[in-house]
Every structure is written in structure tokens, then in C-alpha cells.
């Protein structure tokens, strides 16, 4: 049985930091691709960042791309999300995923096939 387990999420003031992170266990971990989402309040899950199995490859939505760094430490089954320049409109809630199927690369939700139960990040003005 695959679990993902986010931790991190806090209130914080506009131009914060915060570090998520996401403990996995149940498969091989260093197999699969894993991705950060969110959702606001209102709103559509949408991908905010995605990682390789190696770690070799990154993409990020526009939004985040010089603000988020994504990492993983395999050795540790888990991944990384580091918010940096927060802004009120990151606020959501964050989820980690874990792809379908081995060595896949995706940002696509729906080929996710394992998510965490979400942390809550919210940014005050």
C-alpha cells in the first residue's frame, strides 16, 4: 500500500519561505517521477512542479518557475518543495503525487496515480 505523507505547510507573511516535504513508502521510490499540485479555495488542482526518478529533470508552472525549487533525496523516500518570494496567491493547499508507472515523466494529474492528503499553505499580506 503506497502513502504519502506531507508535512510543512504554515501560515506565513507575503515574501516567506517554507519548505514542504513528502515522505513516501510502499514501492520503490527511487522508480517513479513524483509531482507537487495544489488547490485553492475556489479552484482547479493545478501542477505547480514535477521531478524525475533521477532527480535529472525538473518542470515547473510559469508561476513558480525562480520562486520553487523541487528536489527528492531517494535514499530518504522523500521529496521537496522549497517556497521561496511567497506570494497571496500561493495560497492552497499542496499536495505530492506519485506517478503510475515507472521511469514516466507527466504533469499531468490524472496520470498520478498516488496522493498525499495535502498541507495548507496560506500567505498573508
Known amino acids: 500500500q503506497v502513502q504519502l505523507v506531507e508535512s510543512g505547510g504554515a501560515l506565513v507573511q507575503a515574501g516567506g519561505s517554507l519548505r514542504l516535504s513528502c515522505v513516501a513508502s510502499?514501492?520503490?521510490?527511487?522508480?517513479?517521477?513524483m509531482g507537487w499540485f495544489r488547490q485553492a479555495p475556489g479552484k482547479e488542482r493545478e501542477f505547480v512542479a514535477s521531478?524525475?526518478?533521477?532527480?535529472?529533470?525538473?518542470y515547473y508552472q510559469d508561476s513558480a518557475k525562480g520562486r520553487f525549487t523541487i528536489s527528492r533525496d531517494n535514499p530518504k523516500n522523500t521529496l521537496y518543495l522549497q517556497l521561496n518570494s511567497l506570494k497571496t496567491e500561493d495560497t492552497a493547499v499542496y499536495y505530492c503525487?506519485?506517478?503510475?508507472?515507472?521511469?514516466?515523466?507527466?504533469?499531468?494529474?490524472?496520470?498520478?496515480?498516488?496522493w498525499g492528503q495535502g498541507t495548507q499553505v496560506t500567505v498573508s499580506s
Open positions: 503525487a506519485q506517478s503510475g508507472r515507472p521511469y514516466s515523466m507527466t504533469r499531468v494529474a490524472a496520470d498520478y496515480r498516488y
Open positions: 510502499g514501492r520503490t521510490f527511487s522508480n517513479y517521477a
Open positions: 521531478i524525475t526518478w533521477s532527480a535529472g529533470t525538473t
